[in-house]
Nanobody, 122 residues
Framework: QVQLVESGGGLVQAGGSLRLSCAISGNIFSINAMGWYRQAPGKQRELVAAITYGGSTDYANSDRDRITISTDNAKRTVYLQIDSLKPEDTAVYYC????????????????WGQGTQVTVSS
């Protein structure tokens, strides 16, 4: 059984940096890509960044200059580094093990973590 556990969220001041972690356990053969998503109150869930098994990455255009996704395969962990945090970054951030690829909204059939709250103060 695949399990994803996010950590690293919290209250952060605008302009600061944050690194989220997603630890993966279980059978990972059904996962072909990893993605970070976020959902702010009153808004739809959106893809922030994704990385494939081959190492290619994809970023939302508005976040490309501030966000980096990376993996540590030995630790079975995927990271999301966010620099120059803004109040609009406030959201619940979800780690997703995508079965085929990470679509813009993600799929209910993918493997989702429980989410971690990120709150950026102005």
């Amino acid at each position: 059984q695949v399990q994803l556990v996010e950590s690293g969220g919290g209250l952060v001041q605008a302009g600061g940096s944050l690194r989220l972690s997603c630890a993966i356990s279980g059978n990972i053969f059904s996962i072909n890509a990893m993605g970070w998503y976020r959902q702010a109150p009153g808004k739809q869930r959106e893809l922030v960044a994704a990385i494939t098994y081959g190492g290619s990455t994809d970023y939302a255009n508005s976040d490309r200059d501030r966000i980096t996704i990376s993996t540590d395969n030995a630790k079975r962990t995927v990271y999301l580094q966010i620099d120059s945090l803004k109040p609009e970054d406030t959201a619940v951030y979800y780690c997703n093990g995508c079965r085929y690829f990470c679509s813009n909204a993600g799929s209910p059939s993918d493997y989702w973590g429980q989410g971690t709250q990120v709150t950026v103060s102005s």
